[in-house]
């Protein structure tokens, strides 16, 4: 008995040592902040690059242009792609004349105005950084966590409730309050299919995949029916959340950032923390690589599994109450553009690590903030942006075009993506 | 290797800065001619169903595009994504400096009540919405459609076969069920008028929570299993109250062949032809119409807040012609439907 717990402690002690090692390897191995950002930096100029051609080939000046002269079209391609891209760094980061005007007149008002833009970049990312860190926990656990846009739902409609049925409370008890009933409920609706998996191996990318269905259609009943806005009539939009409920907006109308992105760059340190930092994130991390070795090693893959499926569930909550207690007010069915299935991606560009997540889910905000005044300016349609996103995503997806495309060399050791482990993991 | 990193990098820089140069000096010949520069500034906001919905957005979309047409205004949209980028669009429009904001829909409707409290200078207008109160530089677009769909159900009820016509709604939400009830007091009309017995499927007007709902307003599959089930239960004629769900039963109706679908809120043959043969009328809401007065008013400076209603008379709903299938009416029901027309414009026949 004795005996064979030594033995055990022993596989533990020799597996988490092995994986110490690895990562001492790696840091020998200098993967120095340049080389990792290599590839996603060169994935997004591509993108920029292909995007232009499709701002030509989709305008139809471009056309009327190169029916006149061959020169004519070439000038008009060239200034209707620098009259997008410049909306787009205008709109998503600044205008630098406005910003350096505004500075010199020293008029408190215009600058705000002026670096409003990149504030609402800011206000984009929010939730993608939240959902960005449940999908890329549930990947260093090994769990492919689908869910995240269900959990979404539930976690802003558990915020909204809270938000706008309790009354009379002090903001720094009421806003706490509605931001962690979102997580919990998030955390609800990540532990079921986590439970699942557990107990009776039932795969958590098709529970989780179910349970968005089943979150999406009881929101649906939940805001045509219980949390519907009174004299609605039955319109599926809730009350709007009490006033101590609201995250604060630190600026007057219309900017709107708020104290949320901190709560998130917060989140994402806490997230580092405890996966890198903590014993009970190496063991997670264990569970993720190798969840046979993990249970030799005395781990318990269940409760791990249940566990990692909870957070990164009350994560995914989290990201909808942050929507619905900063920026909407009132949680109606159109909440989501897709955070649940971007996140995927995010956490795919972001290596599956919180600072990777951040940065990518910035990159996000910012172009999708661009996108509103590349409409405005170049009328060019937001699926444009869509289409840039998906580029960038499948270069970052596929190294290997990248290194082609720029005759990089190839790293010695191909790092050992974590996530496809979830697919066969539990065993 | 870090060699050709800098380069890279050093590209990327310059090519960040090139595009920031160009900047301004590209913007100018981006803007509108001078000459046009005093035209009223239009500018539309749809919601998530985007501009070419075939829908509301689309249809207020035209009445703007009519009225550059005829009235020589200049205009512009933003498509929102989520219930986040209504303030944000809003807020770009306003920094934009339109004359006249369009909103579509009901969830945007607290946002542009904030926005237009925000921008007293602005004229706001939304698309099927009305506030309690009167904001003294917005209006909002309500239909009568009930009217039109009245006679849409009078329609119905004549051309059946099995003496059974059917409907479904998005959601359970007035706008969609002023359709359903409509339609359902068209039907007793032409059964109190002949001393038929005509039902209908899919909505009581004693019963509404019994009505049958998508509960969607996206996934067109929803639609073809209600019209598949409508169908099954002996409807022949079936109405879709659920945006680009219906499309859905048009497709589930055709493949059936011995049915007939009524559109709502535009002439389906104009903007799904593929169902031509198929489609017995439309119950239009004309939100072109509305919006189009809207923008006139703005340019004549007779801008009038609360609401403006679309009605038959007004011609904000309307029956669309029956097309290619108009031999299924005889002219004794066209002369009826005329009749229950002038005779709802003049008040003779109220539906509330």
């Given at each position: 008995?004795?005996?064979?717990?030594?033995?055990?402690?022993?596989?533990?002690?020799?597996?988490?040592?092995?994986?110490?090692?690895?990562?001492?390897?790696?840091?020998?191995?200098?993967?120095?902040?340049?080389?990792?950002?290599?590839?996603?930096?060169?994935?997004?100029?591509?993108?920029?690059?292909?995007?232009?051609?499709?701002?030509?080939?989709?305008?139809?000046?471009?056309?009327?242009?190169?029916?006149?002269?061959?020169?004519?079209?070439?000038?008009?391609?060239?200034?209707?792609?620098?009259?997008?891209?410049?909306?787009?760094?205008?709109?998503?980061?600044?205008?630098?004349?406005?910003?350096?005007?505004?500075?010199?007149?020293?008029?408190?008002?215009?600058?705000?105005?002026?670096?409003?833009?990149?504030?609402?970049?800011?206000?984009?990312?929010?939730?993608?950084?939240?959902?960005?860190?449940?999908?890329?926990?549930?990947?260093?656990?090994?769990?492919?966590?689908?869910?995240?846009?269900?959990?979404?739902?539930?976690?802003?409609?558990?915020?909204?409730?809270?938000?706008?049925?309790?009354?009379?409370?002090?903001?720094?008890?009421?806003?706490?309050?509605?931001?962690?009933?979102?997580?919990?409920?998030?955390?609800?609706?990540?532990?079921?299919?986590?439970?699942?998996?557990?107990?009776?191996?039932?795969?958590?990318?098709?529970?989780?995949?179910?349970?968005?269905?089943?979150?999406?259609?009881?929101?649906?009943?939940?805001?045509s029916?219980?949390?519907?806005?009174?004299?609605?009539?039955g319109?599926?939009?809730?009350?709007?959340?009490?006033?101590?409920?609201?995250?604060?907006?630190?600026?007057?109308?219309?900017?709107?950032?708020?104290?949320?992105?901190?709560?998130?760059?917060?989140?994402?340190?806490?997230?580092?923390?405890?996966?890198?930092?903590?014993?009970?994130?190496?063991?997670?991390?264990?569970?993720?690589?190798?969840?046979?070795?993990?249970?030799?090693?005395?781990?318990?893959?269940?409760?791990?599994?249940?566990?990692?499926?909870?957070?990164?569930?009350?994560?995914?909550?989290?990201?909808?109450?942050?929507?619905?207690?900063?920026?909407?007010?009132?949680?109606?069915?159109?909440?989501?553009?897709?955070?649940?299935?971007?996140?995927?991606?995010?956490?795919?560009?972001?290596?599956?690590?919180?600072?990777?997540?951040?940065?990518?889910?910035?990159?996000?905000?910012?172009?999708?903030?661009?996108?509103?005044?590349?409409?405005?300016?170049?009328?060019?349609?937001?699926?444009?942006?869509?289409?840039?996103?998906?580029?960038?995503?499948?270069?970052?997806?596929?190294?290997?075009?990248?290194?082609?495309?720029?005759?990089?060399?190839?790293?010695?050791?191909?790092?050992?993506?974590?996530?496809?482990?979830?697919?066969?993991?539990?065993? | 290797?870090?060699?050709?990193?800098?380069?890279?990098?050093?590209?990327?820089?310059?090519?960040?800065?090139?595009?920031?140069?160009?900047?301004?000096?590209?913007?100018?010949?981006?803007?509108?001619?001078?000459?046009?520069?005093?035209?009223?500034?239009?500018?539309?906001?749809?919601?998530?169903?985007?501009?070419?919905?075939k829908s509301?957005?689309?249809?207020?979309?035209?009445?703007?595009?009519?009225?550059?047409?005829?009235?020589?205004?200049?205009?512009?949209?933003?498509?929102?994504?989520?219930?986040?980028?209504?303030?944000?669009?809003?807020?770009?429009?306003?920094?934009?400096?339109?004359?006249?904001?369009?909103?579509?829909?009901?969830?945007?409707?607290?946002?542009?009540?904030?926005?237009?409290?925000?921008?007293?200078?602005?004229?706001?207008?939304?698309?099927?919405?009305?506030?309690?109160?009167?904001?003294?530089?917005?209006?909002?677009?309500?239909?009568?459609t009930d009217e039109a769909a009245f006679l849409a159900g009078y329609a119905a009820a004549a051309v059946t076969q099995t003496g059974k016509v059917g409907t479904f709604g998005g959601l359970p939400i007035p706008t969609v069920t002023i359709f359903m009830d409509g339609f359902a007091k068209g039907v007793a009309k032409y059964n109190e008028v002949k001393g038929t017995n005509v039902e209908v499927l899919g909505w009581d007007l004693d019963n509404p929570d019994a009505g049958l709902f998508s509960m969607d307003f996206d996934d067109q599959q929803k639609g073809r299993e209600l019209a598949v089930s409508l169908m099954d239960e002996g409807a022949d004629i079936i109405m879709p109250v659920a945006g680009p769900v219906g499309l859905g039963a048009a497709a589930a109706i055709q493949e059936r062949g011995n049915a007939y679908v009524i559109g709502v809120d535009s002439d389906w043959f104009?903007t799904s032809?593929e169902y031509a043969d198929i489609i017995l009328t439309s119950v239009m809401k004309?939100?072109?119409?509305?919006?189009?007065?809207?923008?006139?008013?703005?340019?004549?400076?007779?801008?009038?807040?609360?609401?403006?209603?679309?009605?038959?008379?007004?011609?904000?709903v309307?029956l669309a012609p029956f097309h290619d299938n108009s031999?299924l009416i005889?002219?004794?029901i066209?002369?009826e439907l005329?009749?229950l027309?002038?005779?709802?414009?003049?008040?003779?026949?109220?539906l509330?």
């Amino acid at each position: 008995m004795d005996k064979k717990q030594e033995k055990q402690k022993d596989a533990g002690k020799v597996l988490i040592e092995e994986l110490n090692q690895d990562e001492k390897e790696s840091a020998t191995h200098k993967r120095s902040f340049w080389n990792v950002i290599t590839i996603p930096l060169l994935a997004i100029l591509s993108g920029l690059i292909i995007g232009a051609f499709l701002i030509a080939a989709t305008s139809t000046s471009v056309y009327t242009a190169f029916g006149q002269s061959f020169g004519k079209g070439i000038t008009t391609a060239f200034s209707e792609i620098g009259s997008a891209y410049a909306a787009l760094f205008t709109g998503s980061i600044g205008d630098p004349v406005r910003i350096f005007n505004a500075l010199f007149s020293g008029d408190k008002e215009q600058i705000y105005k002026a670096i409003n833009p990149f504030l609402e970049s800011l206000v984009q990312a929010t939730p993608y950084i939240f959902a960005g860190l449940a999908v890329a926990l549930g990947f260093r656990a090994g769990l492919f966590n689908i869910g995240v846009e269900g959990q979404l739902f539930i976690g802003a409609a558990c915020a909204t409730f809270v938000g706008y049925a309790v009354k009379g409370l002090p903001v720094y008890i009421h806003m706490p309050l509605a931001f962690i009933a979102g997580g919990l409920g998030g955390a609800l609706w990540g532990f079921i299919p986590g439970f699942l998996k557990a107990t009776t191996g039932g795969h958590e990318v098709i529970n989780t995949i179910m349970m968005n269905y089943i979150a999406f259609r009881l929101t649906e009943w939940l805001l045509s029916g219980p949390m519907t806005r009174p004299g609605s009539g039955g319109m599926p939009i809730s009350p709007i959340i009490e006033e101590s409920a609201q995250i604060p907006q630190f600026f007057p109308s219309p900017i709107r950032f708020h104290l949320g992105f901190f709560f998130a760059l917060g989140f994402a340190w806490l997230i580092w923390w405890l996966l890198f930092k903590t014993k009970w994130g190496l063991n997670m991390r264990t569970v993720g690589t190798n969840p046979r070795a993990a249970k030799y090693a005395g781990l318990s893959v269940p409760k791990t599994t249940m566990i990692g499926m909870a957070i990164s569930g009350a994560l995914a909550g989290l990201a909808g109450a942050i929507q619905i207690l900063a920026v909407n007010r009132s949680m109606a069915l159109g909440l989501s553009s897709g955070y649940g299935f971007d996140s995927i991606a995010l956490a795919l560009i972001g290596n599956n690590h919180p600072v990777g997540v951040v940065l990518a889910s910035i990159l996000f905000g910012t172009l999708r903030n661009g996108a509103t005044r590349m409409m405005v300016v170049s009328r060019i349609p937001i699926d444009i942006v869509d289409v840039l996103q998906a580029i960038i995503l499948m270069l970052v997806a596929a190294p290997a075009i990248i290194r082609t495309i720029y005759r990089l060399k190839e790293p010695k050791e191909e790092e050992t993506t974590v996530f496809v482990s979830g697919w066969g993991g539990g065993q | 290797m870090s060699k050709k990193f800098l380069l890279i990098l050093s590209m990327v820089v310059i090519g960040s800065m090139l595009f920031a140069a160009c900047a301004p000096t590209e913007e100018p010949p981006a803007e509108e001619p001078p000459a046009e520069e005093e035209a009223v500034y239009v500018c539309q906001i749809t919601d998530t169903g985007g501009i070419d919905d075939k829908s509301f957005n689309q249809t207020a979309w035209k009445g703007v595009l009519d009225a550059e047409e005829e009235l020589g205004i200049r205009s512009n949209y933003l498509e929102s994504q989520e219930v986040a980028d209504y303030e944000k669009n809003l807020n770009a429009f306003a920094e934009e400096e339109c004359d006249l904001i369009i909103t579509v829909g009901f969830l945007i409707g607290d946002a542009t009540k904030a926005a237009a409290e925000a921008n007293p200078d602005t004229y706001y207008s939304i698309v099927d919405y009305a506030y309690e109160e009167t904001i003294p530089n917005l209006v909002g677009q309500v239909f009568e459609t009930d009217e039109a769909a009245f006679l849409a159900g009078y329609a119905a009820a004549a051309v059946t076969q099995t003496g059974k016509v059917g409907t479904f709604g998005g959601l359970p939400i007035p706008t969609v069920t002023i359709f359903m009830d409509g339609f359902a007091k068209g039907v007793a009309k032409y059964n109190e008028v002949k001393g038929t017995n005509v039902e209908v499927l899919g909505w009581d007007l004693d019963n509404p929570d019994a009505g049958l709902f998508s509960m969607d307003f996206d996934d067109q599959q929803k639609g073809r299993e209600l019209a598949v089930s409508l169908m099954d239960e002996g409807a022949d004629i079936i109405m879709p109250v659920a945006g680009p769900v219906g499309l859905g039963a048009a497709a589930a109706i055709q493949e059936r062949g011995n049915a007939y679908v009524i559109g709502v809120d535009s002439d389906w043959f104009l903007t799904s032809p593929e169902y031509a043969d198929i489609i017995l009328t439309s119950v239009m809401k004309l939100m072109d119409a509305t919006t189009f007065q809207v923008i006139e008013n703005v340019i004549n400076d007779s801008f009038e807040p609360g609401v403006i209603v679309g009605t038959l008379e007004n011609e904000g709903v309307a029956l669309a012609p029956f097309h290619d299938n108009s031999d299924l009416i005889s002219d004794e029901i066209q002369a009826e439907l005329d009749q229950l027309k002038a005779d709802i414009i003049a008040g003779t026949i109220v539906l509330d």
